[in-house]
């Protein structure tokens, strides 16, 4: 009896559930014959579209958002669901950057007196990792890099880091990428730092510019066989790249900083680092202009300018200032020796000008790189 009834109970519920899927379905399909008698009516567009939302037909509904933004392109809730429904559909992918090719500098060790030129070979490589994780994606950032410099094993340099972390979709065309990293770095063959951080990037496109602003913080601490000790630090960096300014191939990017570093200890300055030891307040810019001269072929003047506030004093009382100034040059030979890989020169003029006569220097460097995208 007991058999009888239990098998009596499940046919019910399959019958039920199939009628409850035959009323859905046939919910759409009146809806869509709805779109189908007006298909630039944005409300049946839009019904439509939350139906196969709800219903597990996203690309029925990435369809219905299409349509409706092909006559009314202002239409906020059908950009917002189009945004939404390219996440979910976004498919995973993984990229990868590498960067090899040598250098030479008048003055790689950045001192006032004394300077003393040396070549020098590098090799960098960035992963940028991008998947869907539902309603938002999910993004982890990784890079490692050697420089390896000649007769100066003191500047002899290797870094790794990796940050991951969700990406959210706020408005249509943009975005923010949210995370939490680590990074360390070796300095002449000795641990020179190791440090977590966490941070949020927000990307988006406004009027035809690519726009980007990271604001970033971190605790820092050196190894025990440098005079910086350990510390915090904060970062906003924004950017700006606008399109045909004064041709319709060119491209102009501006990137300001502002910067703040807690950490205590002396001031070792490596250029490849961002963020350098030293209680100081920073702020700064980078201009560049590109414009191709040639099929392939890019020319790009740039400069870097930023100014540096210490917090501690000189033997005269007064606080450390620097003023730094780059001028520079890049030529980009694109897809040289095959698809997705450029050769860059670059020539760099650098000059720090502050009021500790011991930190003023000036360093000259050209830089052939081999560029790798796949």
Same mark, same amino acid.
């Given at each position: 009896?007991?058999?009888?009834?239990?098998?009596?109970?499940?046919?019910?519920?399959?019958? =039920?559930?199939?009628? *409850?899927?035959?009323?859905?379905?046939?919910?759409?399909?009146?809806?869509?014959?709805?779109?189908?008698?007006?298909?630039?009516?944005? @409300?049946? #567009? %839009?019904?439509?579209?939350?139906?196969?939302? !709800?219903?597990?037909?996203?690309? %029925?509904?990435?369809?219905?958002?299409?349509? /409706?933004?092909?006559?009314?392109?202002?239409?906020?809730?059908?950009?917002?669901?189009?945004?939404? %429904?390219?996440?979910?559909?976004?498919?995973?992918?993984?990229?990868?950057?590498?960067?090899?090719?040598?250098?030479?500098?008048? #003055?790689? @060790?950045?001192?006032?007196?004394?300077?003393?030129?040396?070549?020098?070979?590098?090799?960098?490589?960035?992963?940028?990792?991008?998947?869907? @994780?539902?309603?938002?994606?999910?993004?982890? *950032?990784?890079?490692?890099?050697?420089?390896?410099?000649?007769?100066?094993?003191?500047? &002899?340099?290797?870094?790794?880091?990796?940050?991951?972390?969700?990406?959210?979709?706020?408005?249509?065309?943009?975005?923010?990428?949210?995370?939490?990293?680590?990074?360390?770095?070796?300095?002449?063959?000795?641990?020179?730092?190791?440090?977590?951080? /966490?941070?949020?990037?927000?990307? $988006?496109?406004?009027? $035809?510019?690519? !726009?980007?602003?990271?604001?970033?913080?971190?605790?820092?601490?050196?190894?025990?066989?440098?005079?910086?000790? &350990?510390?915090?630090?904060?970062? =906003?960096?924004?950017?700006?790249?606008?399109?045909?300014?004064?041709?319709?191939?060119?491209?102009?990017?501006?990137?300001?900083?502002?910067?703040?570093? $807690?950490?205590?200890?002396?001031?070792?300055?490596?250029? !490849?680092?961002?963020?350098?030891?030293?209680?100081?307040?920073?702020?700064?810019?980078? /201009?560049?202009?590109?414009?191709?001269?040639?099929?392939? /072929?890019?020319?790009?003047?740039?400069?870097? $300018?930023?100014?540096?506030?210490?917090?501690?004093?000189?033997?005269?009382?007064?606080?450390?200032?620097?003023?730094?100034?780059?001028?520079?040059?890049?030529?980009?030979?694109?897809?040289?020796?095959?698809? !997705?890989?450029?050769?860059?020169?670059?020539?760099?003029?650098?000059?720090?000008?502050? #009021?500790?006569?011991?930190?003023?220097?000036?360093? #000259?460097?050209?830089?052939?790189?081999?560029?790798?995208?796949?």
């Amino acid at each position: 009896m007991f058999n009888r009834l239990y098998l009596a109970s499940a046919c019910a519920l399959v019958l =039920a559930g199939g009628a *409850l899927t035959g009323a859905r379905a046939d919910e759409l399909s009146s809806a869509y014959e709805l779109v189908l008698n007006n298909p630039t009516d944005a @409300a049946k #567009n %839009l019904q439509y579209a939350k139906l196969a939302e !709800q219903q597990g037909k996203p690309r %029925l509904a990435l369809a219905a958002y299409e349509r /409706i933004l092909l006559n009314d392109p202002d239409n906020a809730e059908a950009r917002v669901g189009l945004q939404r %429904l390219r996440r979910i559909l976004q498919p995973s992918s993984t990229q990868f950057k590498l960067e090899v090719g040598t250098a030479w500098e008048s #003055n790689p @060790a950045n001192v006032s007196s004394d300077a003393k030129s040396a070549p020098s070979i590098f090799a960098n490589l960035a992963v940028r990792d991008d998947r869907s @994780a539902g309603t938002f994606g999910w993004r982890t *950032l990784g890079a490692i890099g050697l420089d390896l410099v000649n007769n100066h094993s003191d500047l &002899s340099y290797q870094h790794i880091s990796v940050a991951t972390g969700p990406v959210f979709d706020l408005t249509p065309g943009l975005s923010v990428h949210t995370a939490v990293g680590v990074a360390a770095a070796n300095l002449s063959n000795k641990l020179y730092y190791r440090e977590a951080n /966490i941070g949020a990037t927000f990307e $988006g496109s406004f009027a $035809g510019a690519y !726009q980007s602003l990271r604001i970033r913080g971190g605790a820092r601490s050196y190894g025990p066989y440098f005079t910086a000790d &350990s510390g915090y630090y904060a970062e =906003a960096r924004g950017r700006i790249a606008i399109p045909a300014v004064l041709t319709e191939t060119d491209v102009i990017s501006i990137a300001p900083w502002l910067k703040w570093s $807690g950490i205590d200890g002396s001031v070792t300055d490596i250029s !490849q680092e961002e963020i350098q030891p030293g209680r100081y307040r920073e702020w700064g810019a980078e /201009i560049a202009y590109y414009i191709p001269v040639a099929d392939d /072929i890019i020319v790009g003047p740039n400069l870097t $300018g930023w100014q540096r506030y210490y917090s501690e004093h000189l033997v005269d009382g007064d606080t450390r200032t620097d003023n730094h100034l780059e001028p520079g040059m890049s030529l980009v030979f694109k897809d040289t020796l095959m698809f !997705q890989s450029d050769i860059k020169l670059d020539y760099t003029y650098r000059m720090n000008r502050s #009021n500790d006569d011991t930190r003023d220097y000036h360093d #000259n460097e050209a830089r052939l790189t081999f560029i790798a995208n796949f």
